[in-house]
């Protein structure tokens, strides 16, 4: 059971960074796809970006695209997700997310992190 939890959410003006942080309780992490997803009020729970370990491919949400990086440290069992050009439309509960699978853009992955609080003011 891998548990998963998100840091460095908070309040940001719009066009400013943030970069959040996701660590793993376990090594199994190093060989799951690892993913982001937020959801904002309202709304479903959406994907926004997601880095395969078989090949380290990554992958975004078309809104995101050009603004949103994702990395991570194997080493530390850590995943990032650096977001640049904030828009309040980010505004959002950002989760992590594994899975041992080929599933990517999905909201199926297996574990999760209990999310962290993005605010983009205008």
């Known amino acids: 059971q891998v548990q998963l939890v998100e840091s460095g959410g908070g309040l940001v003006q719009a066009g400013g960074s943030l970069r959040l942080s996701c660590a793993a309780s376990?090594?199994?992490?190093?060989?799951?796809?690892k993913a982001w997803f937020r959801q904002a009020p309202g709304k479903e729970r959406e994907f926004v970006a997601a880095?395969?370990?078989?090949?380290?491919?990554?992958y975004y949400a078309d809104s995101v695209k050009g603004r949103f990086t994702i990395s991570r440290d194997n080493a530390k069992n850590m995943v990032y997700l650096q977001m640049n050009s904030l828009k309040p439309e980010d505004t959002a509960v950002y989760y992590c997310?594994?899975?041992?699978?080929?599933?990517?853009?999905?909201?199926?992955?297996?574990?999760w992190g209990q999310g962290t609080q993005v605010t983009v003011s205008s």
């Open positions: 880095r395969r370990w078989i090949d380290d491919s990554t």
């Open positions: 376990e090594r199994a992490f190093r060989s799951y796809t």
């Open positions: 997310a594994a899975d041992p699978g080929p599933n990517i853009r999905t909201t199926t992955y297996t574990f």
